[in-house]
């Protein structure tokens, strides 16, 4: 029995794709583990492993070290935050004295207030403070290029394109790759499917639209109060109402994707299982800003634990069901 067969109900109208087919949904959510993983025609490959978060360590550190051995300039953009990831990379940086000297790296977001001023650098639970800190901080001194080539957006930089335009003035275009995780709502960095600051009228002008100060969308505020930075507590009121965004425009420049699902607690619960599979089997569309990922060449690595089955109880809840409560 199907989950609308026995009550059958329209999602909330606020939900990303709210008016997609419910059939459509239903087709999303039962897709199998053998039969999750593919190759597009735009070169996008969907791969499901034990760890996304250890495969992308070694995909950065690797693409740090060619950059040293080959002398070859390299743009980076990377999500927050991550420190367990970052300070593992440092540390490998470290180890094997690779110079980061050609090294370009762009933090995707950060937290702005409701009047859209950048949080500072000093904020302990700021984006950029976790990347400037937790990545660059714990680089060799002697291996790390000046400050400066580790961007963060600030007050100077956080009008309409002007953060887009130091990507693609550094990367001779675009970045040479973008790491990035979905959340919620189907978001990149903060690209909140229906926020005012990326309306468009067609996904061919959504793809054009750069950086920006924006409106985060409820789902992405209760997101973000499960992570630590913010108490890891669904203390919603400690979450800015706004933020400072790379565009759809850095995502489709950027000449590779690098995606990993993977926020799975403990006891299996995932807030994410749902939303990875709209993103990787649904329509490519601006409800759901994150499946531009797959206009392009890519990879999104996702967890056997987030590549279970799962789903309700439309037949009624059995007490041997009363243990996974």
């Not at 995707?108 to 639970?125: C, I, R």
Request: aromatic share 12%.
């Amino acid at each position: 029995m199907g989950l609308y067969d026995e009550f059958r109900f329209k999602p909330a109208h606020w939900l990303p794709h709210a008016n997609l087919p419910l059939e459509e949904l239903e087709r999303v959510r039962n897709i199998k583990r053998e039969d999750m993983e593919y190759t597009n025609e735009n070169g996008f490959s969907v791969r499901v492993v034990l760890d996304p978060t250890l495969c992308m360590v070694m995909d950065v550190f690797h693409r740090i070290y060619l950059s040293d051995v080959m002398d070859k300039h390299l743009t980076m953009i990377f999500p927050n935050q991550w420190p367990a990831a970052y300070s593992a990379i440092a540390e490998m940086i470290n180890r094997y004295n690779v110079s980061c000297r050609n090294v370009d790296a762009f933090a995707m977001d950060e937290w702005a207030d409701e009047d859209g001023n950048v949080a500072p650098l000093t904020y302990g639970a700021g984006l950029g403070y976790s990347f400037r800190n937790h990545f660059y901080g714990q680089i060799r001194e002697d291996l790390r290029p000046s400050e400066d080539h580790w961007h963060v957006f600030t007050n100077e930089n956080k009008g309409d394109n002007v953060y887009s335009s130091l990507i693609e003035e550094c990367g001779d275009g675009g970045a040479d790759v973008v790491y990035s995780a979905t959340g919620w709502p189907g978001h990149t960095a903060f690209i909140d499917p229906g926020a005012p600051e990326f309306a468009a009228d067609s996904l061919e002008e959504f793809c054009k639209l750069g950086s920006r100060i924006t409106t985060e969308t409820p789902l992405t505020i209760c997101e973000n109060s499960l992570f630590a930075p913010m108490g890891d507590s669904g203390d919603v009121w400690a979450v800015p109402p706004r933020a400072a965004t790379i565009g759809p425009r850095d995502i489709c420049n950027a000449r590779e994707r690098f995606e990993l699902h993977s926020f799975c607690g403990p006891d299996g619960s995932s807030w994410q299982r749902m939303i990875s599979r709209i993103e990787l089997y649904g329509p490519i569309s601006m409800e759901c800003p994150a499946s531009i990922m797959r206009l392009g060449k890519g990879t999104c690595f996702v967890s056997e634990g987030l590549a279970k089955p799962f789903g309700s109880w439309p037949c009624g809840l059995a007490l041997g069901d009363l243990g996974n409560v």
